[in-house]
Structure formats: C-alpha cells, structure tokens
C-alpha cells in the first residue's frame, strides 16, 4: 500500500508539476497539516532582499533564525550581547503573525573560544561553565519570553554512532550538559516548546542514539515537545520509507517530530558522507558544479518527484510531524551554495534564484491535494 501511494503521488506530482496547475500557498495548502516555514538571513528579515519578503509573508507561517540567534551572533564576548540583528528578526516575525523558532542555544559550532577558557585560554571548570550556560540561556530566552514559541536548545549533541558527540559542553561539564540546557530554557520560559535538533537521524546507530537521548531526558523530567530532523537530504537518501519509519520511532515516545532544515543536494557529491557537518569542505572543480546555468528540465523533474514523495510521507505523518521549515528561501540564499565546497551554484529550494516557483514547489502543493482515496489509506 505504502509503494501504491508514493507512486500515484510520484505520477501525480510530476505531471502536475509540468501542467502548470493553478497554485496556492505553500501555508494554504499545508494548513490542515504542519506549519511551513523558512530560514530567514539578515536580507530577508530586514527587508533588503525584497524578493524573499514577498515570497516569505506568502508562503509561510513559520520562521527560524539561519545565523542571528546563535551565540557568537548575540554573546561575542563575556559581558556583551548584541540583539539587534535577533531583535529584528523577531520584530519581523510578530508583525506578520507567524510562528517564531530560536535556533539555537547550546551547539558546538558558532560559539566564541571565550565560552570555554578562562583569561589564559585554558578550559574553563564545570561549574564556570554552567555559570555561563545558564546565564546565556536564560538572558536569551527570557528577552524573548512569549515571542519565541520554540527553541533549538541543544542543536547536533550526537555522532554518526549515536554516541554523544566529544564537543566541549560534553567533555567539560559532563553528560548532564543536556539536562542542563532544557532546564534552563524550561526555567527562563515555562511556555516555550523545546526541540532536540540533529541531522541524520534517519540512520539507524544515530537515532537509536537520539532515542535512548530523549527517552533519559524525559525520566530526568524534561518536557521535550518536538525532535526536529533536519532534513539536508541527497537525491538518494533517505528514502521515503527510512523517512517514513524515524518519524514512526520518534513518534512512539510521545514527541512531535518537524522538519527543520530541508534542502535537497542535486549538485554531485563531493564526498560520500551523508552528514551535514559544517566543518567539512572540499575543493571547488568543474565536475562539482555542473549546473551554473540553472538546472535542466530533467533534473529539475527530479527534484519535483523527490520532494514530492518526501512530502507525501510528511503529509501521511501530519499527526505527528508539527512543522516543515526550508533552509532558506530561494536557491540562491542556501548554504549549499558553499558547503561542502564553497562557490558551487546549488538548486536545493522550491524557488530559483529570482524567486520564482520551480517545478517542485508544484509537485509539493499537489502533496496536499491527494485524492480522498488515497488520503483515506494513509
Ligand atoms: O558573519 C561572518 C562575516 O562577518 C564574514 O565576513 C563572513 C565571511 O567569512 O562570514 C560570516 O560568518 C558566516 C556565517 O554563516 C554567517 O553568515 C560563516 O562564515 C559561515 O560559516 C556560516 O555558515 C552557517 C553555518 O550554519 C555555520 O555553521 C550557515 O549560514 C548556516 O546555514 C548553517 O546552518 C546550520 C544550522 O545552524 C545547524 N544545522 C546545519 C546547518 C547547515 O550547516
């Protein structure tokens, strides 16, 4: 049965995606199912990239912060918050009424040397550290009390193995970093919902990692709301089933599931690694960017059907999966337009480089208009 619906719902989106079918709203269509929504830069916040604007107030009903609410942005040094990028990105969110993320508190990455070391550089002892932490958290999370409805607060604590990841918030405080972190988010806002945030936990060692995670937070009392999979997916991987059942094991425990980050890579790989490791880079060559000139009928017809069947699996799950969000607005806004190798010309999104609609934002609009037959079977 599962087969029968990807491949009607593949046929359909391909053919409508080409048939140029009269369009709504990415929010409209979606509304009875998940939120969706985009990761905003500095441009489109602020209103200097008028293109993303328009499509933003369109199209979505959600954002998330791509780099402004992460600590080196807010908290560059140990007496020093600067809020004004943050603040206006929030501002933007509660003038068009939409759902505003935090990403995110506690990560590995993007977070100032000075966090971990005292005046000399050397690391600093646990408990300076979750002096710091705490303070951070709960300066950050009580400024937007009420207008923030959701955090990142721990963002990729895990390796591939599922093993919890050897960052300096680990090997300083200690494991109880995590329980730590939602804490103190929960304490600094009691209404806010809070987030696990990782990427690949599609494979198995790694979400069965995430699993036993959430499942020990929740014994220590911590009211995880969601676990955001983050979705900076390849053309051929994770498969609609893989797809399919994590949203089923996270799930079980009684958490909503989102979508945090969807991108889709169609540029050929640079390395066989399916992580979303920022730290990974790799040299700028011809056959790496093949596509400078925008993306062929064919392979944009593929990246219809692949977000098609993806969205079909979203759409089946909508009980449980509480929000989509695209990494970015418009192809030419996307990180993977230098990652893992900087200077490609990536085509990850639902709108080209002039904000216009490629094939696959019509192949995901038809997700949600499934037959009633077909929707009654899912
Ligand atoms: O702010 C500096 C600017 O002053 C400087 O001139 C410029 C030139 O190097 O760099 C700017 O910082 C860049 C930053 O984005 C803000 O634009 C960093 O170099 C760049 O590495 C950083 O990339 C971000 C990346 O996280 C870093 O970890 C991407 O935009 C952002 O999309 C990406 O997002 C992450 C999520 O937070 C977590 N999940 C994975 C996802 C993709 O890596």
Same mark, same amino acid.
């Given at each position: 049965?599962?087969?029968?619906?990807?491949?009607?719902?593949?046929? /359909?989106? @391909?053919?409508?995606? =080409?048939?140029?079918?009269?369009?709504? $709203?990415? !929010?409209?269509? #979606?509304?009875? %199912?998940?939120?969706?929504?985009?990761?905003?830069?500095?441009?489109?916040?602020?209103?200097?990239?008028?293109?993303?604007?328009?499509?933003?107030?369109?199209?979505?009903?959600?954002?998330?912060?791509?780099?402004?609410?992460?600590?080196?942005?807010?908290?560059?040094?140990?007496?020093?918050?600067?809020?004004?990028?943050?603040?206006?990105?929030?501002?933007?969110?509660?003038?068009?009424? /939409?759902? @505003?993320?935090?990403? =995110?508190?506690?990560?590995?990455?993007? $977070?100032? !040397?000075?966090? #971990?070391?005292? %005046?000399?550089?050397?690391?600093?002892?646990?408990?300076?550290?979750?002096?710091?932490?705490?303070?951070?958290?709960?300066?950050?999370?009580?400024?937007?009390?009420?207008?923030?409805?959701?955090?990142?607060?721990?963002?990729?604590?895990?390796?591939?193995?599922?093993?919890?990841?050897?960052?300096?918030?680990?090997?300083?405080?200690?494991?109880?970093?995590?329980?730590?972190?939602?804490?103190?988010?929960?304490?600094?806002?009691?209404?806010?919902?809070?987030?696990?945030?990782?990427?690949?936990?599609?494979?198995?060692?790694?979400?069965?990692?995430?699993?036993?995670?959430?499942?020990?937070?929740?014994?220590?009392?911590?009211?995880?709301?969601?676990?955001?999979?983050?979705?900076?997916?390849?053309?051929?991987?994770?498969?609609?089933?893989?797809?399919?059942?994590?949203?089923?094991?996270?799930?079980?425990?009684?958490?909503?599931?989102?979508?945090?980050?969807?991108?889709?890579?169609?540029?050929?790989?640079?390395?066989?690694?399916?992580?979303?490791?920022?730290?990974?880079?790799?040299?700028?060559?011809?056959?790496?960017?093949?596509?400078?000139?925008?993306?062929?009928?064919?392979?944009?017809?593929?990246?219809?059907?692949?977000?098609?069947?993806?969205?079909?699996?979203?759409?089946?799950?909508?009980?449980?999966?509480?929000?989509?969000?695209?990494?970015?607005?418009?192809?030419?806004?996307?990180?993977?337009?230098?990652?893992?190798?900087?200077?490609?010309?990536?085509?990850?999104?639902?709108?080209?480089?002039?904000?216009?609609?490629?094939?696959?934002?019509?192949?995901?609009?038809?997700?949600?208009?499934?037959?009633?037959?077909?929707?009654?079977?899912?």
């Amino acid at each position: 049965m599962f087969m029968k619906i990807m491949t009607t719902v593949g046929i /359909m989106g @391909i053919f409508l995606a =080409t048939s140029g079918f009269a369009q709504t $709203t990415l !929010k409209e269509a #979606f509304k009875n %199912d998940f939120l969706i929504g985009a990761a905003l830069n500095e441009a489109a916040f602020t209103g200097q990239n008028i293109n993303a604007v328009a499509l933003i107030k369109t199209q979505f009903n959600t954002i998330s912060p791509e780099n402004v609410l992460k600590w080196e942005s807010i908290h560059p040094k140990p007496d020093q918050y600067d809020f004004s990028a943050a603040d206006r990105y929030v501002e933007f969110g509660q003038k068009n009424k /939409m759902f @505003i993320v935090g990403h =995110t508190l506690v990560w590995h990455n993007q $977070t100032p !040397k000075w966090v #971990f070391q005292d %005046d000399q550089g050397n690391p600093v002892d646990r408990d300076t550290l979750l002096k710091r932490m705490h303070k951070h958290i709960s300066t950050v999370v009580g400024r937007y009390k009420g207008k923030i409805g959701g955090w990142d607060v721990v963002n990729e604590a895990l390796n591939e193995d599922g093993t919890l990841r050897d960052s300096p918030w680990e090997k300083i405080i200690g494991e109880d970093y995590l329980l730590k972190a939602y804490q103190f988010a929960h304490e600094a806002d009691p209404q806010a919902e809070l987030y696990y945030n990782d990427y690949s936990l599609e494979n198995a060692p790694k979400q069965n990692g995430a699993v036993a995670l959430i499942k020990k937070l929740q014994a220590q009392g911590v009211p995880i709301t969601a676990v955001g999979l983050q979705g900076h997916y390849k053309m051929d991987w994770p498969g609609p089933q893989q797809v399919d059942a994590t949203i089923q094991a996270f799930s079980k425990l009684g958490v909503k599931v989102m979508i945090t980050e969807l991108d889709l890579d169609v540029l050929p790989p640079a390395t066989r690694s399916q992580a979303a490791e920022v730290s990974m880079n790799f040299a700028l060559q011809a056959k790496l960017n093949p596509y400078t000139n925008g993306l062929p009928d064919a392979v944009q017809q593929t990246l219809a059907k692949r977000y098609a069947d993806l969205f079909a699996v979203f759409v089946q799950h909508h009980d449980t999966i509480s929000r989509v969000t695209f990494w970015g607005v418009t192809d030419g806004d996307s990180w993977l337009n230098n990652w893992p190798v900087k200077g490609r010309a990536a085509h990850p999104l639902l709108f080209n480089r002039d904000g216009k609609p490629k094939p696959a934002f019509n192949a995901v609009i038809q997700t949600s208009k499934l037959p009633q037959d077909l929707q009654k079977l899912m």
